[in-house]
T-cell receptor, first 112, second 113 residues
């Protein structure tokens, strides 16, 4: 089955801890994205990568970091510098930066 | 800055109705527009993508139209079913290098049996 997987589905973090969210795709897509979704708000772009070993900040990159060492993987680290990290995090990919974006099932992060 | 608006935020209709979901955007220099469906607690599912040169796209009971000059897109759902209950989001990509999707907040649709 081709698709995008995210793990874990639920994640709990204590204040002051860094956590890493996993995103893997087997669609052979060049571009990958991380979004954050909060209740009552649209999706907001955190980081995106158009090609391996390259990534760009989105609209709300502060307190987050990413890497793109392999085409199929785009992990997101939520650092302790992120003031309000509790949210639903969605990863997406597209064949090229202007093509249809396909989304993973999401990770719900809760800070305790 | 591109802004995308979807009104109303929620809609409830009886089963069988044909319905129209609206999306408006402020910058008409768009590259394409995409409609998504999201079920509670799940990721987004792509429904239709309309290129700026197109007026509409169809998939089954869904039809999406695009009017760039007025900054509007509509998603038409024919013969609605309870299984259509979900949140529908539109997203706009403006023209230009490294252009990103800008999302509306979505319309939560409930189709009553």
């Amino acid at each position: 089955d081709g698709g995008i997987t995210q793990s874990p589905k639920y994640l709990f973090r204590k204040e002051g801890q860094n956590v890493t969210l996993s995103c893997e795709q087997n669609l052979n897509h060049d571009a990958m994205y991380w979004y954050r979704q909060d209740p009552g708000q649209g999706l907001r772009l955190i980081y995106y990568s158009q090609i391996v070993n390259d990534f760009q900040k989105g609209d709300i990159a502060e307190g987050y970091s990413v890497s793109r060492e392999k085409k199929e993987s785009f992990p997101l680290t939520v650092t302790s510098a992120q003031k309000n990290p509790t949210a639903f995090y969605l990863c997406a990919s597209s064949e090229t930066p202007t093509d249809t974006q396909y989304f993973g099932p999401g990770t719900r992060l809760t800070v305790l | 800055k591109q802004e995308v608006t979807q009104i109303p935020a929620a809609l409830s209709v009886p089963e069988g109705e044909n319905l129209v979901l609206n999306c408006s955007f402020t910058d008409s220099a768009i590259y394409n527009l995409q409609w998504f469906r999201q079920d509670p607690g799940k990721g987004l599912t792509s429904l239709l993508l309309i290129q700026s040169s197109q007026r509409e796209q169809t998939s089954g009971r869904l039809n999406a139209s695009l009017d760039k000059s007025s900054g509007r897109s509509t998603l038409y759902i024919a013969a609605s079913q309870p299984g259509d209950s979900a949140t529908y989001l539109c997203a706009v990509r403006i023209t230009g290098a490294n252009s990103k999707l800008t999302f509306g907040k979505g319309i939560t649709l409930s189709v009553r049996p």
